[in-house]
C-alpha cells in the first residue's frame, strides 16, 4: 500500500469514526442515562484514531485524539464531558478528511 493509499483508507475510516461519534454527541445531548457506556466508547475511538494516524500520513489526527482523550482520563473529565467540546473535536477532525 502506498502512503497515499494509506493516507486515504485512514481517511475513510475517520470518516466513519466521525459518524459513529456524532452519534454519541447526540446521546450526551439527549441526557443519555448510559453515560460511562457513551465516554467508553468514545475512548476507544480516540485510542484507535491516536494509534493509527500518525503511522497512516494524518499526524494532526492523532495529536487530536491524544489531547482529548488526555482530557477523558484527567480528574472529573469523563464527568465534564459534553456534547460541544465532543462536536468541537468532530469538527477538527472532519477537517483532515
Do not use: W
Not at 469514526?17 to 466508547?41: H, K, P, S
Not at 503511522?55 to 472529573?76: H, I, Q
Request: hydrophobic share 45%.
Amino acid at each position: 500500500m502506498t502512503p497515499a493509499e494509506m493516507r486515504a483508507a485512514f481517511q475513510a475510516d475517520l470518516a466513519r469514526r466521525i459518524g459513529m461519534m456524532e452519534q454519541l454527541a447526540d446521546r450526551l445531548e439527549a441526557g443519555a442515562d448510559c453515560r460511562t457506556e457513551v465516554v467508553a466508547t468514545l475512548a476507544a475511538h480516540l485510542h484507535d484514531i491516536k494509534g493509527t494516524g500518525r503511522p497512516f500520513g494524518v499526524p494532526e489526527a492523532t495529536e487530536l485524539a491524544r489531547n482529548f482523550e488526555y482530557r477523558l482520563k484527567s480528574p472529573g473529565g469523563r464527568m465534564a464531558l459534553d456534547a460541544a467540546a465532543l462536536r468541537d473535536l468532530l469538527q477538527s477532525l472532519r477537517a483532515l478528511c
